[in-house]
């Protein structure tokens, strides 16, 4: 059974600002988001993004008074989706989805993959394109992405 991926805003605000939506869809195939991501994302996404509404509205009411709209929708669908993994780059989010036992993963995670998968040679120029345009992250965590990737 294919991997089944929901992202959150933030994954396609990054790669859309370094031209690297096809990341995405090279290492996952179809990735699933919901309407409150796509209104935050604010422009059309590719055909092989799925859109679908969480159904559990209590509980997106109950995440949204922690996160944003959009990660209380991705979360609270990754919760109705057993065996789904969720990209999530906030802190807080991530750690909310961690508490609740979801498998996350986030924007560099996502380019760590498409390198271990072959379908680019190094993490390095992306990351510093990320970083270049606005995405934050820390220098630990570069280093550690890198290791991960195995360019150092």
């Known amino acids: 059974m294919p991997e089944v991926i929901i992202?959150?805003?933030?994954?396609f605000i990054?790669?859309?600002?370094?031209?690297?939506?096809?990341?995405l869809q090279q290492v996952y195939g179809e990735v699933i988001t919901t309407p409150d991501i796509i209104e935050e994302f604010g422009r059309p996404l590719p055909e092989w993004v799925r859109i679908i509404a969480p159904k559990d509205n209590?509980?997106?009411?109950?995440?949204?008074?922690?996160?944003?709209?959009?990660?209380?929708?991705a979360i609270t669908l990754?919760?109705?989706?057993?065996?789904?993994?969720?990209?999530?780059?906030?802190?807080?989010?991530r750690i909310i989805?961690?508490?609740?036992?979801?498998?996350?993963?986030?924007t560099i995670g996502v380019v760590i993959r498409a390198k271990l998968d072959g379908h680019i040679p190094s993490i390095k120029p992306i990351l510093d394109a990320l970083?270049?345009?606005?995405?934050?992250?820390?220098a630990v965590i570069e280093e550690e992405s890198l290791r991960a990737a195995g360019e150092i």
């Open 7 to 11: 992202s959150d805003t933030s994954c």
């Open 14 to 23: 990054a790669l859309s600002r370094i031209d690297g939506l096809r990341l």
């Open 58 to 73: 209590g509980r997106l009411q109950l995440l949204c008074l922690q996160v944003d709209r959009g990660e209380a929708s």
């Open 78 to 93: 990754a919760l109705e989706t057993p065996g789904c993994t969720i990209i999530l780059d906030d802190r807080k989010a």
């Open 97 to 106: 989805g961690s508490r609740l036992g979801l498998a996350i993963t986030g």
């Open 131 to 138: 970083r270049s345009a606005g995405f934050r992250t820390s």
